[in-house]
């Protein structure tokens, strides 16, 4: 016997299964959003449970369910009946993202930090300011998002956040229940200090609340399946680089300095860091290597070899190969693109700071499995 035609209520469940929440990037069938729908003479009136009463995504919900719906021969038009979540069923959402079994609480932790995590943690790191940390930070994480990849990015620079900007994030981040729902820009996710204070505050916090802090950007936030987490720490080597060892020791530290020998100096001290933290030391990239001049000439506005050095040094430090990943050229576009909140490996791909970072995402992207704790199938023969 023949399977059964599929009718037009079939064909509405799975053009609504193909409509992703654009936060939580699930289909919204999935999560229990579509409390109804009916059809009836081209028409069809979605009831849909948003998270919270005041979701800022309503709008491309909308869009996106009527441009899935609209596509089934037949329908004509749609009709959206919002309605919001009860706080059971917000709970039971939180539960289910966490994987929690449904009756159980889900415990926030820090899903990176956690045995089998696939993700791959970056954290960039400088002696001091001023170095363009936030730049190659962004830069990388767009680059590695055009790219098809999933990306957050942690603006852990509390006291000096500038990632919103330079992402052009402007929403602000939605709670459901206990979970924060981070805002996405160009294809990655952020979370961010500056994006909880009022206007341009200062944030004056001792190393407790810093610590905290980050633990809530890992722990709290719905981060989903990210294939990349980058880090943007303060410079030096104070209390949030103590918190990033204790709460994610398998994040990869990437230093950036620039090419002058007073900068590099403290560069080295940032990286020397892993020694005590026993994190391992990704790479070295030098940012602001040369002014390239419209004769095709380089002026090297910062002095050379500052890079080159870090790298070497660190290598002999921890015993271990730590490579110079890039060079940098100096370029106004690069500051112009960050300003505007369009990274300019997007702005500009063509640009030479672009192709350089787009070089060093290229060495990012590689993934490279660890072998320890997982059996590797050999058998041992018994001597006769």
């Known amino acids: 016997m023949s399977a059964p035609a599929p009718t037009i209520e079939d064909a509405i469940q799975a053009a609504l299964a193909t409509v992703d929440d654009p936060e939580i990037r699930k289909p919204i069938t999935e999560l229990g959003m579509v409390k109804g729908f009916t059809v ?17 995504l309503r709008d491309k919900l909308t869009t996106d369910i009527t441009g899935a719906l609209t596509r089934i021969p037949g329908i004509e038009t749609v009709d959206i009946d919002f309605g919001v979540m009860t706080e059971e069923q917000r709970k039971a959402l939180q539960v289910q993202l966490r994987g929690g079994a449904a009756g159980q609480a889900a415990e926030p932790v820090i899903p990176f930090a956690q045995p089998g995590s696939k993700t791959r943690v970056y954290a960039v790191a400088s002696g001091k300011g001023g170095v363009g940390k936030s730049s ?39 709670r459901v229940e206990e979970m924060i729902m981070p805002p996405q820009s160009h294809g990655v996710k952020v979370i961010s200090i500056g994006m909880f204070t009022s206007g341009n505050a200062a944030v004056v916090w001792r190393g407790p609340m810093l610590h905290r802090a980050l633990q809530q950007f890992l722990a709290d936030v719905f981060w989903g399946d990210l294939d990349v987490l980058l880090l943007d720490l303060p410079p030096g080597t104070g209390d949030v680089a103590i918190s990033l060892a204790q709460l994610l020791p398998n994040a990869e530290i990437l230093v950036v300095t620039t090419p002058q020998m007073a900068a590099a100096e403290v560069a080295e001290r940032a990286g020397a860091i892993a020694l005590q933290t026993h994190q391992r030391l990704v790479g070295v990239v030098e940012n602001m290597s040369w ?3 419209p004769d095709g000439s ?15 040094s660190l290598t002999t430090t921890v015993g271990a190969s730590v490579p110079l990943l890039g060079q940098i050229p100096l370029d106004t576009r690069v500051r112009e693109a960050g300003d505007a909140g369009v990274p300019i490996v ?29 059996p590797l199938g050999l058998m041992v023969n018994a001597r006769r």
């Not at 003479?41 to 449970?49: D, M, S, Y």
């Not at 190659?136 to 942690?154: P, Q």
């Not at 380089?298 to 070497?312: K, W």
């Open 291 to 293: 002014l390239e001049l």
């Open 136 to 174: 190659v930070t962004v830069n990388l994480a767009a680059s590695l998002a055009k790219r098809g990849l999933n990306v957050g990015v942690v603006d852990a620079d509390i006291y000096g956040h500038s990632i919103p900007r330079m992402l052009g994030v402007e929403g602000r981040p939605t």
């Open 298 to 312: 380089r002026m090297e506005v910062f002095g050379s070899g500052g890079g080159a050095t870090v790298a070497s």
């Open 346 to 374: 997007l702005a500009d791909p063509t640009s030479p700071a672009a192709v350089a970072l787009d070089a060093v995402a290229d060495r990012l992207a590689i993934r490279r499995e660890s072998l320890v704790g997982k």
């Open 40 to 56: 009836a003479a081209g028409k069809v009136t979605v009831e849909l449970l948003l998270t919270v009463a005041g979701c800022p």
